[in-house]
């Protein structure tokens, strides 16, 4: 089955505390992407990978870093979570430069104390 | 300005109605258009592509005027199933070939029976 897959689901940690949330598709996707929804603001991209070794900043890339080293993994990394990362993040991934279809994983809520 | 503009709502609409909601762009190189819809607490889902011309998928019938720089969706004899948050999204890519979605907020819409 076609999918996109995120870990953990649910998060509660503290301030300060590094964390990695996953993810991984399994449809040969060049393009991939986080992004966090926040009520009255919709969804906002943290970052994005066009393939394998190339990143780029979205429009809220502070406080987050990303990799791309597989073509099916790309991890969203805090290294020092703040109050202000409390969110439900999503990843996404769809074919790059040929149709707009992204493919969203279930999300991640993430509660930083 | 806001890159993609919805209004919030929430439309409360009978069920059978018929309900339109536009959505507001403000690059007007932007290339692409879509329709996602998103349950609560679930992941977006694609909707209906938009293209040039209009088209239609069942109740559903998508515009786009490119001139007022603005795309709609229209649901018609709607049903208690459509109740959910409507995303308008807009692709641009640029010359580098980086590519770009931006997500509305959302339209609120709850169908009572």
């Known amino acids: 089955e076609a999918q996109v897959t995120q870990n953990p689901r649910y998060l509660i940690t503290v301030t300060g505390k590094k964390l990695t949330v996953t993810c991984s598709q399994n449809m040969n996707h060049e393009y991939m992407s986080w992004y966090r929804q926040d009520p009255g603001l919709g969804l906002r991209q943290i970052y994005y990978s066009m393939n394998v070794e190339v990143t780029d900043k979205g429009d809220v890339p502070e406080g987050y870093k990303v990799s791309r080293k597989e073509k099916r993994n790309f991890p969203l990394i805090l290294e020092s979570p703040s109050p202000n990362q409390t969110s439900l993040y999503f990843c996404a991934s769809g074919l790059a430069g040929v149709t707009g279809e992204l493919f969203f994983g279930e999300g991640s809520r993430l509660t930083v104390l | 300005r806001k890159e993609v503009e919805q209004d919030p709502g929430p439309f409360n609409v009978p069920e059978g109605a018929t309900v339109a909601f536009n959505c507001t762009y403000s690059n007007s190189a932007s290339q692409s258009f879509f329709w996602y819809r998103q349950d609560c607490r679930k992941e977006p889902k694609l909707l209906m592509s938009v293209y040039s011309s209009g088209n239609e998928d069942g109740r559903f019938t998508a515009q786009l005027n490119r001139a007022s720089q603005y795309i709609s969706l229209l649901i018609r004899d709607s049903k208690l199933s459509d109740s959910a948050t409507y995303l308008c999204?807009?692709?641009?890519?640029?010359?580098?070939?980086?590519?770009?979605?931006?997500f509305g907020t959302g339209t609120r819409l709850t169908i009572i029976p």
């Open positions: 999204v807009v692709r641009y890519i640029s010359n580098f070939g980086n590519e770009k979605l931006t």
